[in-house]
């Protein structure tokens, strides 16, 4: 069983910087492929980006140039750096794991809210 508890969050001015951690325990996440999402009020969750064990990385647009995910295997933990923050990145974000081989994130933590003031 893996436990994901994510930290890091709060409220910043637009603009502002939030970096974002997930502290994982339970079992080694070195072979798993990692992500961040994020649920704001009224919308679907989303992937805010995604790690996988080989290091590329993916983003959704909406954050791209802005987001930076990263991972240290060695300390199993899981960063998400948002810069430039916007009031619409308002949301519950939330980190999550699945097997590199599969599609399902079986893995979740249970979240951390982060609010842009503008």
């Known amino acids: 069983q893996v436990q994901l508890v994510e930290s890091g969050g709060g409220l910043v001015q637009a603009g502002g910087s939030l970096r974002l951690s997930c502290a994982a325990s339970?079992?080694?996440?070195?072979?798993?492929?990692m992500g961040w999402f994020r649920q704001a009020p009224g919308k679907q969750r989303g992937m805010v980006a995604q790690?996988?064990?080989?290091?590329?990385?993916i983003y959704a647009d909406s954050v791209k140039g802005r987001f930076t995910i990263s991972r240290d295997n060695a300390k199993n933990t899981l960063h998400l750096q948002m810069n430039n923050l916007k009031p619409e990145d308002t949301a519950v974000y939330y980190c999550?794991?699945?097997?590199?081989?599969?599609?399902?994130?079986?893995?979740w933590g249970q979240g951390t809210q982060v609010t842009v003031s503008s």
């Open positions: 339970g079992r080694t996440l070195s072979s798993k492929t």
């Open positions: 999550a794991a699945r097997n590199t081989a599969g599609t399902i994130y079986s893995y």
């Open positions: 790690i996988s064990n080989d290091g590329s990385t």
